[in-house]
């Protein structure tokens, strides 16, 4: 079924979007209608497909700054235009910020930060050049507005990327939106590399007040709102998914009231 906002004849980059959020994003602006492309380091075993439609692979490491410029120059090629950028690449492994490697710290912060801004660069050069602009949606995290043990690297280079989406805005304006909407827990194919088995992932969605972890596609919904018309005066902020928050630690360490 197609969604209520429709994305026909949109043109619409979603990077890393091969698997877990980005996977999700890209099936969402493929059952709104949209042409959509991935990239990702290495092809999937299968590209995102919803409504009998599947998205385009293209190759890309998004830390290249000419690798990117050429990915959006051979999208524009290709379909004539590119209306949408989802940049959703990222990530880091669990580390101990006080012994790991300066030169991992710095991989992390190419990869959240430097990356969105390769990435926002090309596309806002194709953005201007059409009629209609475009919008630029960064994927951020809960992690850039809470403490992040054992990502910190991760969260500060997250934290700058709201920062960038809002100077980006004032910058970019009026052709090209600038958004950031930021996932809390996201239950995906690789939850259990974080919380454990079946039991441990139930357990960590109970603690939130929505009583369960994000799907990719409610990242997806919030996207395709953002990126809509029905969002045209929305630019130069956050848009926080994270089900009500994690309930602060003093409640479960408070005995005020207990017999």
Not at 53 to 62: G, K, L, N, T
Not at 201 to 214: D, E, K, L, N, T
Request: glycine content about 10%.
């Amino acid at each position: 079924m197609k969604q209520k906002t429709d994305f026909d004849q949109r043109v619409v980059l979603v990077t890393g979007g091969t698997k877990g959020i980005g996977r999700g994003i890209a099936e969402g602006f493929l059952s709104a209608g949209a042409t959509v492309v991935v990239c990702a380091r290495t092809a999937p075993e299968q590209a995102p497909s919803a409504e009998g439609r599947s998205a385009e692979f293209m190759p890309c490491d998004v830390r290249e700054a000419d690798a990117v410029r050429a990915l959006v120059a051979a999208i524009v090629a290709r379909h004539g235009r590119l209306d949408v950028l989802i940049h959703n690449a990222g990530g880091s492994p669990a580390v101990d910020a006080a012994t790991v490697s300066p030169r991992f710290h710095e991989g992390v912060i190419r990869l959240n930060l430097t990356a969105a801004l390769h990435m926002a660069q090309a596309a806002n050069a194709a953005m201007q050049t059409q009629e209609q602009g475009g919008v630029i949606v960064f994927i951020g995290s809960v992690s850039a507005l809470r403490p992040s043990p054992g990502s910190a690297a991760y969260g500060a280079a997250k934290a700058a990327v709201l920062s960038l989406a809002s100077s980006l805005a004032v910058e970019w304006a009026p052709k090209v939106r600038v958004v950031a909407v930021s996932p809390g827990l996201v239950r995906t194919e690789q939850s259990h590399l974080h919380y454990g088995d079946a039991a441990g992932i139930a357990a960590v969605g109970a603690s939130i007040p929505a009583g369960r972890m994000a799907e990719p596609s409610d990242i997806a919904q919030a996207c395709l709102f953002v990126a809509s018309p029905q969002a045209a005066y929305m630019s130069g902020t956050n848009l926080l998914l994270h089900g009500g928050g994690e309930k602060p630690a003093f409640l479960a360490a408070a005995n005020a009231g207990q017999s």
